[in-house]
């Protein structure tokens, strides 16, 4: 067996180094209701890079906060003013 089983776990500090953020970025990730998964063995957590990948992912594809589009301020025609023969410049009919 030439690999460790803790082989694809890393530390807060490395998974920090490897997202490119701070130490402290990664502990308020952990911290949330839906943060980072990871495995406590003894008082440091371990992160599990596939489980963070999925994760990443996961937040790509339902983002948080995202706006809903607001409804249209007035009611568009059902019909098509092309149709009726109404001209919109001036609300000339012709």
Known sequence: MSETPLAEFVTKEELAQ???RRPRTIERW??????????RLGKEPLYHLPAVRDWILSK?????GARKLAPPRRKLPDTPPEATG????GHMKG
Do not use: F
Not at 86 to 89: A, K, R
């Open 18 to 20: 490897l997202l490119r």
């Open 86 to 89: 109404e001209i919109l410049l």
């Open 30 to 39: 952990t911290g949330k209701p839906d943060g980072l998964p990871h495995v």
């Open 60 to 64: 790509i594809q339902r983002p948080v």
